[in-house]
């Protein structure tokens, strides 16, 4: 590996988030000066309306390994797939603003820890060695069923799709973000739709995933949005969409 080259770069995905990222990057900074890996992180703005680009281009002039890119395509997938094509780390890693799996638990998807280099390794809130915390009960009965509809429709085997915390090894996350087609929350699906498509192996790592209020999903709207574009997902896959030129 080269010397100059970060082992991970985080990837934190951020709309309207101005209030929350100052603790959320505070940590963040923490634990890349603690570890003893070299680290990248990047805040995509995804066109806030707030303070969130200001907040974080703050931390960008005092932290060389921080940085701030801009998406202006709305959607969580859109600023995501701009986060990956823009890392420079073996690995590039999703991580919410919420910090729902807190940042110091980011050694689990180090490859020492896995073993060794892998493709893809996601978080998993039903994995052993999972624990989630202050969830609501109807929260993690929807989150079951949604699963339980993935499953059957479009990514077969895989527990939890959802959790918003993945680990991509670069050259393999660059070739599933430039296939991705959707822009909203359903992302995670058609990406690990397409690494099953491509024959890419993809671990399940248990995390411990705290429950926190504020976030900007509809439970219900959101949900039937994301049955939609799973069922567009189902066809892309079945129409050959997503196989390699």
Not at 22 to 41: I, K, M, Q, Y
Not at 135 to 153: C, I, K, Q, T
């Amino acid at each position: 590996m080269d010397n100059d080259e970060p082992l991970m770069t985080i990837v934190i995905p951020a709309y309207n988030e101005a209030q929350r990222l100052p603790d959320t990057l505070n940590r963040v900074v923490t634990f890349v000066h603690a570890c003893s890996e070299p680290l990248e992180v990047i805040v995509v703005n995804n066109n806030s309306r707030d303070m969130t680009r200001e907040v974080a281009s703050q931390f960008a002039e005092r932290y060389p390994f921080l940085r701030v890119v801009d998406q202006p395509i709305q959607g969580k997938g859109a600023a995501v797939r701009k986060g990956i094509l823009e890392a420079q780390g073996r690995y590039a890693f999703i991580c919410d603003a919420d910090l729902a799996m807190p940042i110091e638990e980011l050694h689990r998807f180090f490859p020492a820890s896995l073993k060794g280099d892998y493709d893809i390794a996601i978080g998993s809130r039903e994995a052993p060695g999972s624990h989630r915390y202050n969830e609501p009960a109807y929260r993690h009965l929807m989150g079951r069923v949604f699963n339980f509809v993935v499953r059957f429709l479009a990514v077969p085997g895989i527990d939890d799709t959802q959790c918003g915390f993945k680990a991509f090894r670069r050259e393999v996350g660059r070739d599933l973000f430039t296939a991705q087609k959707i822009d909203g929350f359903a992302f995670d699906v058609e990406v690990l739709a397409i690494a099953l498509r491509r024959g890419y192996k993809i671990l399940e790592v248990g995390i411990p995933w705290y429950y926190g209020k504020g976030s900007t999903v509809n439970p219900i709207q959101d949900s039937i949005r994301m049955v939609r574009e799973v069922l567009r997902i189902r066809h892309n896959v079945r129409s050959g969409v997503y196989d390699h030129p």
